[in-house]
């Protein structure tokens, strides 16, 4: 591996954690070969940008839910994460559906403006499954108005009041990221859909009613499991 290029690429702005990546080389050996490397003026814009979350200017929001806004609010909620630690504020989403990863992409591009800081794709236990990341202040904050948290197994996380009052479209579109994300159908043909959230999912099933779906709701033993269940 030629160090002149590790170098090159700590100096402009790049972590170790990158050039690991990007290299397929030890972080540590990066970390060895590049510690003492100082910053171009470029580098040391980008590092800043890029690699410690320094806040990324969003595009203008639309005042009404977009299809994009809402499925990017529902997939974060049901298979991603958000959380931030010192000035970096973090946006996951994971998948095993490259389709549903790659419109996601779109969706925050589209809505937000921003490119991803990572995508991966991941190996071990969970191959075949992929992972975006995104770090951007402005998209963390400006998700928040919509919901104080987007863990399901945390009681402050709602369905958005916009969702719920908001018109059939803005539901079924939710929905679909939902049964995308949580669903699952049995060789029985069952269908079902799990959280740990209570809160939430008697949300989604009152979303379902609404719209004349007819579910029942069920808990797993032991597990802090609620499922909803489609009745034939």
């Not at 100082?38 to 009404?64: M, S, T």
Request: hydrophobic letters at 35%; charged letters at 30%.
């Amino acid at each position: 591996m030629d160090k002149e290029e590790i170098k090159r690429l700590r100096s402009e702005g790049y972590s170790f954690s990158e050039i690991s990546k990007k290299l397929g080389v030890c972080k540590h050996y990066c970390w060895k070969i590049a510690g003492k490397v100082p910053f171009v003026e470029e580098g040391e814009k980008r590092y800043h940008k890029e690699v410690k979350g320094i806040v990324k200017k969003i595009l203008p929001q639309e005042k009404i839910l977009t299809p994009e806004k809402i499925r990017i609010i529902a997939h974060t909620m049901f298979d991603g994460t958000m959380y931030k630690y010192s000035y970096c504020h973090i946006i996951k989403y994971i998948n095993s559906s490259k389709e549903l990863i790659d419109q996601y992409l779109q969706d925050v591009k589209k809505v937000y403006g921003l490119l991803p800081s990572a995508v991966e794709h991941l190996s071990g236990k969970n191959i075949g499954t992929f992972k975006v990341t995104f770090s951007s202040k402005e998209m963390y904050y400006d998700l928040l108005h919509f919901s104080p948290s987007y863990s399901t197994s945390k009681e402050t996380t709602i369905v958005p009041n916009s969702i719920v009052n908001g018109d059939v479209n803005c539901k079924v579109e939710f929905l679909k990221a939902f049964w995308e994300d949580e669903g699952s159908i049995s060789a029985v043909g069952r269908i079902m859909g799990d959280l740990k959230s209570e809160k939430v999912i008697k949300e989604i099933v009152k979303l379902h009613n609404q719209l004349g779906l007819k579910f029942n709701l069920i808990q797993y033993n032991n597990r802090g499991f609620f499922a909803i269940r489609f009745i034939f």
